[in-house]
T-cell receptor, first 113, second 117 residues
Framework: GDSVTQMEGPVTLSEEAFLTINCTYTATGYPSLFWYVQYPGEGLQLLLKATKADDKGSNKGFEATYRKETTSFHLEKGSVQVSDSAVYFCALNSGGSNYKLTFGKGTLLTVNP | DAGVIQSPRHEVTEMGQEVTLRCKPISGHNSLFWYRQTMMRGLELLIYFNNNVPIDDSGMPEDRFSAKMPNASFSTLKIQPSEPRDSAVYFC???????????????FGPGTRLTVL
C-alpha cells in the first residue's frame, strides 16, 4: 500500500539557517505529492505540491522537487524564520482515488531567534 | 471566508460517555473528510463524504464511531461509548468537488482535542 516516511524530529534551527526535511514515499502508479504545514493550535494548510516527476513545488520560500528515481520529495528552505516554527507533513495521493491523502507522521520544526 | 469551523475546540469526558464533534465546511465545498491525529498513528482518514453521501468509511475504527452529514453545511462525528484510547485531535476538512483525476486542496479546520478519562 501507499506510505510516506519523513525524517523524525524534532528539528531545531537558528534563524536564517538552511532547512531540509526528508520525505520518501512508496506508492502505486504515479502519485501527486504534497507538503502541508500545521501551525500551533491550527489545522493543516497546504504549503506546496507537485503532480508529476521533476516538478518543483514552491511557496513562501519553501521548495520541494518530485524525484521519481529516488521516490523522494524533500522540503527545503534557504533561510528559516521564527515564524516557520510548525509541524510539516509530507503526503501523497496515488491517483487511484482522487481524494485520499496518505500522510507522513510529521516533523516538528522549531526556529530560535 | 470563515474557513472550516469545528466545535467544540476541546472536549474532556469520562469513559463510557457519548461524544459528538461538529463541523461546518466551507460554503460551496461538497467533499468533507474526518481525520484523527495521534502521536502513535499520525493522521488517519476516518471517513469521506461527497455530496453529503459517505463514500469511504473504511477508516472508521469500529462500530462505536459514526458520522453523518444531514446537509451540505453540517457534519457530525459521534463516539458512543467513548474510551480512553479515543483521545486524539479530530480534524474536519473540506474541498471543492472532485472530478476526474484532479485532486483539490483540502482545507482543514482547527480540530477538536478530545480527552477521554
Amino acid at each position: 500500500g501507499d506510505s510516506v516516511t519523513q525524517m523524525e524530529g524534532p528539528v531545531t534551527l537558528s534563524e536564517e539557517a538552511f532547512l531540509t526535511i526528508n520525505c520518501t514515499y512508496t506508492a502505486t502508479g504515479y502519485p501527486s505529492l504534497f507538503w502541508y504545514v500545521q501551525y500551533p493550535g491550527e489545522g493543516l494548510q497546504l504549503l506546496l505540491k507537485a503532480t508529476k516527476a521533476d516538478d518543483k513545488g514552491s511557496n513562501k520560500g519553501f521548495e520541494a522537487t518530485y524525484r521519481k528515481e529516488t521516490t523522494s520529495f524533500h522540503l527545503e528552505k534557504g533561510s528559516v524564520q521564527v515564524s516557520d516554527s510548525a509541524v510539516y507533513f509530507c503526503a501523497l495521493n496515488s491517483g487511484g482515488s482522487n481524494y485520499k491523502l496518505t500522510f507522513g507522521k510529521g516533523t516538528l520544526l522549531t526556529v530560535n531567534p | 471566508d470563515a474557513g472550516v469551523i469545528q466545535s467544540p475546540r476541546h472536549e474532556v469526558t469520562e469513559m463510557g460517555q457519548e461524544v459528538t464533534l461538529r463541523c461546518k465546511p466551507i460554503s460551496g465545498h461538497n467533499s468533507l473528510f474526518w481525520y484523527r491525529q495521534t502521536m502513535m498513528r499520525g493522521l488517519e482518514l476516518l471517513i469521506y463524504f461527497n455530496n453529503n453521501v459517505p463514500i469511504d468509511d473504511s477508516g472508521m475504527p469500529e462500530d462505536r464511531f459514526s458520522a453523518k452529514m444531514p446537509n451540505a453545511s453540517f457534519s457530525t462525528l459521534k463516539i458512543q461509548p467513548s474510551e480512553p484510547r479515543d483521545s486524539a485531535v479530530y480534524f474536519c476538512a473540506s474541498s471543492l468537488p472532485t472530478s476526474g483525476v484532479r485532486i483539490n486542496e483540502q482545507f482543514f479546520g482547527p480540530g477538536t482535542r478530545l480527552t477521554v478519562l
